[in-house]
């Protein structure tokens, strides 16, 4: 049988907002994206873990994107969203970005891996897209999501 290779080996990726840095998370693990709710707290967690969400009669556990990153904490706007993504390990999680802007699509050749110290703590991204000009670091939301707490959690 012959293997049919498609012309295109594209991943699509949301494009988010947090700060002035655009990140891209892969779309294949993204479950919903909705506007900003409010949060029940839970006690006895990191200060990222803002609580839980009420999502059509589930219970996910949200973390702020910002906060995780060693980001400032900020007020949240409009434009604030939480990507609710899905993973085996997880199950689903939200995670509170300022903006969502766009999906975009990425080929290998647009993706540069980026070499890390696995000794390193807070490494989040795996690569960086290069599309149009921009720069886009790619999410490792593996890595993202890592910390027991949010086990505990979920």
Do not use: C, W
């Not at 006690?43 to 996910?60: D, S, T, W």
């Not at 975009?104 to 991204?125: G, M, R, W």
């Not at 593996?142 to 086990?151: A, G, P, R």
């Amino acid at each position: 049988m012959n293997e049919i290779k498609s012309y295109s080996e594209a991943i699509q990726y949301i494009k988010i907002l947090l700060g002035d840095e655009f990140f891209g998370v892969d779309i294949g693990i993204i479950d919903n994206i909705v506007r900003m709710q409010r949060i029940t707290r839970v006690p006895n967690v990191a200060p990222y873990i803002k609580g839980v969400i009420n999502l059509r009669g589930e219970i996910v556990p949200i973390m702020d994107l910002r906060l995780k990153m060693g980001l400032d904490e900020i007020e949240y706007s409009k434009a604030t969203r939480i990507i609710i993504i899905k993973t085996e390990s997880y199950g689903k999680i939200g995670l509170i970005v300022d903006a969502v802007k766009e999906v975009v699509a990425l080929e290998d050749e647009q993706i540069e891996k980026v070499p890390y110290d696995s000794t390193e703590e807070n490494h989040f991204v795996s690569g960086v897209g290069k599309l149009e000009g921009a720069l886009i670091s790619l999410l490792d939301i593996v890595t993202v999501l890592t910390d027991k707490q949010i086990k505990e959690e979920g």
